[in-house]
């Protein structure tokens, strides 16, 4: 198993623009959830999903998008992209409401 | 909602001691609680989880321990070595009635020579 997998892995933005992060996991996991971290900060939850069709919004979801057609596929939407969404953004998936596994990250900067 | 407090923000050991990390929760019905490490440039990876029904649970030289009356829980690492250099990540969750882990903010540890 690939486990969790996330694409791109850099990527430069100009304000304004828009762009979709993807994330896919090979696991058959129903929770996936999306989480930015910030330099040298903790990570803050975005978006989540319980399963195919269902997502619900995390703490830090201005700004963003998802959604959940596949149980593999999670992409996040940056609409807009502002220099404040420069961060590293990280997927997990998981079985149950535990444990979380975590795909490489993506690593976004505005300009 | 669950609010987790993380202490210390940094911790600094020589090679060959203890460290001690120590979480609060705020929701007396969290069940689940996992400890992560982040490794610079890296993804968070879990390393040792307990549940509420458990007081201890150990893992080679790292154990956690859990106080559910006084709602925290704590990492312990034992003969520190430098690979355990890293950010630790303390969470918390009410696996009953939430599908989120609550995060704390994160504890960077030094090891030194």
């Known amino acids: 198993n690939a486990g969790v997998t996330q694409t791109p892995k850099f990527r430069i933005l100009k304000i304004g623009q828009s762009m979709t992060l993807q994330c896919t996991q090979d696991?058959?996991?129903?929770?996936m959830y999306w989480y930015r971290q910030d330099p040298g900060m903790g990570l803050k939850l975005i978006y989540y999903?319980?399963?195919?069709?269902?997502?619900d919004k995390g703490e830090v979801p201005n700004g963003y998008n998802v959604s959940r057609s596949t149980t593999e596929d999670f992409p996040l939407r940056l609409e807009l992209a502002a220099p404040s969404q420069t961060s590293v953004y990280f997927c997990?998936?998981?079985?149950?409401?535990?444990?979380?596994?975590f795909g490489p990250g993506t690593r976004l900067l505005v300009l | 909602g669950e609010n987790v407090e993380q202490h210390p923000s940094t911790l600094s050991v020589q090679e060959g001691d203890s460290a001690v990390i120590k979480c609060t929760y705020s929701?007396?019905?969290?069940?689940?609680f996992p400890w992560y490490k982040q490794e610079l440039g890296k993804r968070p990876q879990l390393i040792i989880d307990?549940?509420?029904?458990?007081g201890e649970k150990k893992d080679q030289r790292i154990a956690v321990t859990l106080n559910k009356t006084a709602k925290h829980f704590s990492l312990h690492i034992t003969e520190t070595q430098p690979e355990d250099s890293a950010v630790y990540f303390c969470?918390?969750?009410?696996?009953?009635?939430?599908?989120?882990?609550?995060f704390g903010t994160g504890t960077r540890l030094q090891v030194t020579l």
């Open positions: 997990a998936s998981g079985t149950s409401r535990e444990t979380q596994y």
């Open positions: 696991m058959n996991h129903n929770y």
């Open positions: 999903s319980v399963g195919a069709g269902i997502t």
């Open positions: 929701d007396s019905a969290s069940n689940y």
């Open positions: 307990i549940r509420s029904n458990v």
């Open positions: 969470a918390a969750a009410n696996t009953g009635t939430a599908s989120k882990l609550t």
